[in-house]
């Protein structure tokens, strides 16, 4: 445990007094990249920072999910001394972080803290092959050649997933 008055990180909490704090918090500042009211949240609610929702949903797949990156640095950073963030946690659908990633950054960041990029959800397909449909999807809605910055993101993830695996979706 932390030393009094310390929180996690070397974080000093200290939860603004007109916000209130519930169990949703964490999760809404991780997905909206608010890591000091994560910090202090996790504080004050005296939970890990690897916990999940009933869904097995954790701040990291949130953070993944917005390409949260600082909130993203900071959780695998907790793991330096010892394993505290498991990078290869499945929500209820079997989904990893790596499966809610968005952008290759936090991709390379996941990778290079042990995400495995082969596991498969419930669905049986590997992050590649969900972020390879999601953009045949995005596809099959645009009527324009043009692309938007998700898009741009999107296609530089799955090139980065194709180059963990020799260039080609499993």
Request: hydrophobic share 35%; with cysteine; proline share 5%.
């Amino acid at each position: 445990m932390s030393p009094p008055g310390e929180g996690f990180g070397g974080f000093q909490a200290r939860p603004s007094p007109s916000a209130e704090i519930d169990a949703s918090t964490p999760f809404v500042a991780a997905g909206d990249g608010d890591l000091e009211l994560l910090q202090a949240s996790i504080e004050q609610l005296g939970i890990s920072p690897n916990a999940a929702d009933s869904n097995g949903f954790t701040f990291l797949h949130a953070a993944c999910g917005y390409c949260r990156v600082e909130v993203i640095e900071w959780l695998l950073g907790l793991n330096k001394d010892s394993t505290i963030i498991d990078v290869n946690a499945r929500d209820c659908d079997g989904d990893t972080p790596l499966h809610h990633c968005d952008d290759a950054v936090s991709a390379k960041m996941l990778i290079e803290a042990g995400a495995d990029d082969q596991q498969k959800n419930e669905e049986g397909q590997t992050p590649l092959e969900v972020k390879e449909e999601e953009l045949e999807e995005e596809d099959g809605e645009n009527d324009s050649d043009s692309d938007d910055e998700d898009r741009v993101k999107l296609k530089e993830l799955v090139a980065y997933l194709k180059s963990l695996s020799g260039g080609e979706s499993v």
